[in-house]
């Protein structure tokens, strides 16, 4: 997955996601909703077969929109980091 920069303020960040869809889209959002420091997050695709979505994040003052992205994909990372162990783990 590849990643654009397109706007960046203090507290904000908009990016757009190469090759993602709304399976991927839909976790990273969640996650980054129940984050407390972040006030506003969507995600936009102009047209769903041809273009690549844009995530906009939006922080609270003194906080890192940069970081707060980061944290939260490493989050989603540990949450499906035993999912062959769960699944699987018994067959071997």
Same mark, same amino acid.
């Given at each position: 997955?590849?990643?654009?920069?397109?706007?960046?303020?203090?507290?904000?960040?908009?990016?757009?996601?190469? !090759?993602?869809?709304?399976? @991927?889209? $839909?976790? =990273?959002?969640?996650?980054? /909703?129940? *984050? !407390?420091?972040?006030?506003? @997050?969507? $995600?936009? =695709?102009?047209?769903?077969? /041809?273009? *690549?979505?844009?995530?906009?994040?939006?922080?609270?003052?003194?906080?890192?929109?940069?970081?707060?992205?980061?944290?939260?994909?490493?989050?989603?990372?540990?949450?499906?980091?035993?999912?062959?162990?769960?699944?699987?783990?018994?067959?071997?």
């Amino acid at each position: 997955m590849e990643f654009e920069l397109l706007e960046r303020t203090e507290n904000s960040l908009r990016i757009k996601i190469f !090759d993602a869809d709304a399976s @991927v889209m $839909y976790p =990273v959002v969640e996650n980054l /909703l129940s *984050d !407390d420091k972040v006030l506003e @997050v969507n $995600y936009s =695709v102009e047209h769903q077969e /041809l273009d *690549d979505p844009v995530l906009f994040i939006m922080c609270k003052e003194k906080y890192d929109p940069r970081e707060i992205l980061v944290d939260n994909a490493e989050k989603i990372k540990e949450q499906f980091s035993n999912v062959y162990d769960d699944l699987f783990g018994d067959e071997e």
